[in-house]
């Protein structure tokens, strides 16, 4: 492609929008421009590396023995009414009306319709297993659209889907799309881990997810150094050890606390440790109020909360001064369990139940309660684990302590079991002639996240950085001044014999200044460089690569020679 005849409308300055790298430069190279808040166009240079994301997943699931499919964004509500999650998927499901009143939504995934397009066809469990999978526009409406093509309220993803006839096949079935997550995150060039997560609205009961690392990344993960632990911090258990002890339980004491209405407060105020205090949290779930108790020097998790309750997400909210105010006649920071049991419902986490004298909220404003005691004091529903992971918790595998990263969800995959079989009445007749419900899977690759993980892993102060096996084009040739005819025919040479060789090339042939080209090639970041300046008429050029500073001056007739090593070295099939 010549470039004095390319749509590419390279920005200088940054976007007052833009807060992170990928953003930022995949907005300043020309490859993507902003429609609305979380909705993008896709210009030729950011297209151009979608279709290559999309390509290897193609290929990775093809070589898996999954088929492609292409189902329609437009689902009817009927669907996900049979499945439940029409009303308990969240605000962010696009809900739409047609002109006969019939409603639909913009699918946000496609468990339902997968489920629904095999259901009639399947008949035996002779035509199982079975993995399909499409590449779609999925669309989510995000309360808060940031960073870019990290959340988006529109944005291109690969799900695929397996119906097996048992567990043991499903757990085949899993193994083998890991595999080929695996083969996809690694041609990516991505650095990444693979970490349980939570199943959330997706179902099921095992859920892992592909997490490119970065420090941008929304995404908190906990792993060990010391064995193969690595979970989400929403999903991570918490080991957090209550010595045992036999103090006895003293008396309960009330305290007067004047305005000392949080745990650090309470520290100073009381001169005692954090890990002696009960913390009280309040919260409206599902519209009914709910109060958990735990450690005073951990975070709740809100995550592990909503899967207690059996609620979504989006149905969990901390509760206003009012209603605290109507359910302990205290002011906020002075709730307690004590009493409490009969306004709210109480969740204990268990580790409050073998601590012995804690301090906790008096529900009467500027007063607190010494020396409580779970059983004696106060009662509730035990939990055995709310409690957010923290950097240096210990491994619940293998007792090392575990480190904290930050990354972005490229990739995750679940064993869902029979939650949408069942309720759609998708069956099979097994080898006894017995109707089973299929065994189900679902799997997921972020297109377009896996873009922008890729700018954040690779990018520079200068611009973006592109693995040669995703980068827009291969090689970029810069001719330094196009009033030069030696300049002009020997760039134009090298572009059409690498042109012929199958390479994509660009080849800068723009009426600008020097300074402009070299600029613009940092920034759309293509990987191998040639320019041809002024030692053209000795059919001498400047090689050099754009993640590497090295600059070498060559005979033109041994570009072809290295452009091909560039391409041996990056494990190109």
């Not at 109507?326 to 049991?341: E, M, Q, Y």
């Amino acid at each position: 492609m010549k470039m004095s005849k390319m749509y590419m409308p390279t920005l200088r300055e940054v976007p007052a929008e833009a807060e992170i790298p990928s953003h930022q430069l995949l907005l300043r190279a020309g490859m993507m421009r902003k429609l609305v808040s979380g909705v993008y166009t896709y210009l030729p240079l950011g297209y151009k590396v979608i279709r290559k994301v999309e390509q290897i997943c193609r290929e990775e699931m093809d070589a898996a023995g999954s088929q492609e499919f292409l189902l329609s964004a437009l689902q009817p509500k009927e669907l996900w009414e049979a499945s439940g999650r029409w009303e308990n998927f969240g605000p962010e499901m696009w809900k739409v009306i047609d002109r006969n009143e019939r409603e639909f939504c913009l699918g946000p995934t496609h468990e339902e319709y997968f489920t629904s397009v095999i259901k009639d066809e399947i008949k035996s469990y002779k035509q199982l297993p079975l993995n399909i999978y499409q590449i779609q526009t999925k669309y989510r409406d995000e309360k808060r659209p940031r960073f870019g093509l990290m959340r988006g309220r529109e944005f291109i993803m690969k799900d695929a889907y397996s119906f097996d006839v048992d567990e043991e096949g499903l757990k085949k079935s899993y193994q083998v799309m890991w595999d080929a997550y695996d083969k996809i995150f690694t041609r990516l060039k991505l650095r990444y881990k693979v970490v349980q997560g939570d199943t959330g609205a997706m179902g099921g009961k095992v859920s892992h997810e592909f997490t490119a690392m970065s420090e941008v990344g929304e995404g908190l993960i906990a792993y060990c150094d010391h064995c193969d632990y690595a979970a989400t911090d929403e999903k991570a258990e918490v080991v957090y050890r209550v010595e045992e002890n036999s103090l006895e339980m003293l008396e309960m004491e009330k305290v007067h606390t004047p305005d000392v209405k949080t745990i650090e407060e309470l520290n100073e105020f009381l001169s005692m440790e954090k890990s002696e205090f009960g913390k009280a949290l309040v919260y409206m779930a599902a519209g009914k109020p709910v109060v958990a108790i735990i450690p005073g020097d951990r975070e709740l998790n809100e995550v592990k909360l909503a899967n207690y309750l059996g609620i979504g997400g989006h149905e969990l909210e901390l509760a206003d001064e009012s209603v605290i105010k109507d359910i302990t006649g205290a002011n906020k920071g002075f709730t307690g369990p004590v009493g409490l049991s009969k306004k709210a419902r109480l969740l204990v986490d268990s580790r409050i139940t073998k601590m012995k004298n804690i301090v906790v909220g008096g529900n009467e404003t500027d007063y607190h309660l010494k020396n409580v005691n779970y059983g004696r004091d106060f009662n509730g529903e035990i939990v055995d684990d709310l409690l957010l992971v923290m950097e240096g918790d210990i491994c619940p595998k293998c007792d090392a302590s575990l480190k904290m990263d930050r990354g972005i969800e490229v990739g995750n995959i679940f064993q869902l079991g029979t939650k949408y079989s069942d309720s759609l009445g998708a069956k099979f007749l097994d080898e006894n002639g017995k109707e089973k419900s299929f065994v189900m899977g679902s799997y997921g690759v972020g297109v377009t996240r896996s873009v922008a993980a890729i700018v954040e892993q690779y990018h520079d102060d200068n611009g973006i950085i592109w693995p040669l096996v995703v980068a827009p084009y291969h090689v970029i040739i810069t001719i330094v001044n196009i009033k030069n005819e030696e300049q002009i025919s020997l760039g134009e040479k090298l572009y059409n014999e690498l042109t012929k060789q199958g390479y994509e090339v660009l080849l800068d042939d723009r009426n600008e200044r020097v300074g402009v080209k070299f600029k613009d090639r940092d920034l759309i970041g293509i990987p191998i460089r040639v320019t041809v300046g002024k030692l053209a008429g000795e059919n001498i050029v400047e090689y050099s690569l754009r993640s590497s500073d090295d600059k070498t001056e060559i005979n033109a007739d041994t570009v072809k020679d290295l452009v091909l090593d560039e391409f041996v070295k990056a494990g190109f099939k």
